[in-house]
């Protein structure tokens, strides 16, 4: 999953937001997993974003690597630290 906030400005959005990807089950709401910034994952993660050519173009720009069993997910991107603005959510199935 990847969340984009300030990565769109290098495709002519403006937009402040610093993205925040949060992923639950759905329709119970339990947390499964969520980041801010991409560059706090692990860097076993960051390299697998990398080879995948997933690498956020902002670091404040968010990416989960998630192996996820069969079922309903909600995913959301929101705005981090009080910022707002235009973000997109690019959802990846690898293999």
Do not use: C
Not at 22 to 45: C, F, H, M, Q, S
Not at 77 to 95: A, D, K, N, P, T
Request: proline residues 2%.
């Amino acid at each position: 999953l990847r969340g984009l906030g300030q990565g769109l400005q290098t495709k002519g959005i403006q937009t402040n937001l610093d993205a925040r990807l949060i992923l639950r089950t759905y329709p119970e709401g339990k947390l499964v997993a969520n980041n801010n910034d991409w560059k706090l994952n692990t860097l076993i993660v960051q390299n697998e974003l990398k080879k995948y050519g997933l690498s956020q173009i902002h670091a404040t720009d968010a990416a989960i690597f998630y192996s996820l069993p069969e079922g309903d997910y909600t995913v959301e991107v929101s705005g981090e630290y009080l910022s707002f603005g235009i973000g997109q959510i690019g959802i990846y199935v690898l293999r």
